[in-house]
T-cell receptor
Framework: GDSVTQMEGPVTLSEEAFLTINCTYT??????LFWYVQYPGEGLQLLLK?????DKGSNKGFEATYRKETTSFHLEKGSVQVSDSAVYFC?????????????FGTGTRLQVTL | DTEVTQTPKHLVMGMTNKKSLKCEQH?????MYWYKQKAKKPPELMFV???????INESVPSRFSPECPNSSLLNLHLHALQPEDSALYLC??????????????FGPGTRLTVL
């Protein structure tokens, strides 16, 4: 079945540091890929997505490129802020019958310090 | 507007109680979802409704009973829950259910504690 593997956290960075969170996937079809962010005590917010190979999703300074050859969708940001501290989930969406299902990675906690 | 609302925000219930969680969206989305999220874990899919019909039940125990009375509203009825059912319950919606790239928009969740 489909699966998503994320790097283990927590990731601790100083403000203005470069961020990479690795994400690789296994899927039988042609999934769409997502990054969601969850701030403490809140639900999930869509950060960015890509629906086909070589697409780049971007939002709020975060970027990720859908790499079919390496089955990866790594999240990057050039300069993190304290306000970026949250849990980041990589996910893929594939069709199951008449509905689409999201398969999540385990999540990576990011802590940014001054 | 991409808002999904959930009520209540917090719920504490005993194992013999009956309670309901409510989810609403006014984006015209035709697919709605219930997820369960335990601490430090990713969300786990419970149910999917497509055009007000149940299309996926991920082998959820019958003490959880979903209901979709109309295209904007999704309920989760709870009865005879166990302490291990304590979790954050998230609702989501998407424009369509049969499109893999369609974005799911999540509500803030209901934090449920079963005593």
């Amino acid at each position: 079945g489909d699966s998503v593997t994320q790097m283990e956290g927590p990731v601790t960075l100083s403000e203005e540091a470069f961020l990479t969170i690795n994400c690789t996937y296994t899927a039988t079809g042609y999934p769409s890929l997502f990054w969601y962010v969850q701030y403490p005590g809140e639900g999930l917010q869509l950060l960015l997505k890509a629906t086909k190979a070589d697409d780049k999703g971007s939002n709020k300074g975060f970027e990720a490129t859908y790499r079919k050859e390496t089955t990866s969708f790594h999240l990057e940001k050039g300069s993190v802020q304290v306000s970026d501290s949250a849990v980041y989930f990589c996910a893929l969406s594939d069709l199951t019958g008449t509905a689409s299902k999201l398969t999540f990675g385990t999540g990576t906690r990011l802590q940014v310090t001054l | 507007d991409t808002e999904v609302t959930q009520t209540p925000k917090h719920l504490v219930m005993g194992m013999t109680n009956k309670k309901s969680l409510k989810c609403e969206q006014h984006m015209g989305h035709r697919a709605m979802y219930w997820y369960k999220q335990k601490a430090k874990k990713p969300p786990e899919l419970m149910f999917v409704y497509s055009y007000e019909k149940l299309s996926i039940n991920e082998s959820v125990p019958s003490r959880f009973s979903p209901e979709c009375p109309n295209s904007s509203l999704l309920n989760l009825h709870l009865h005879a829950l166990q302490p291990e059912d304590s979790a954050l319950y998230l609702c989501a919606s998407s424009r369509l259910a049969g499109v893999a790239g369609d974005t799911q928009y999540f509500g803030p969740g209901t934090r449920l504690t079963v005593l």
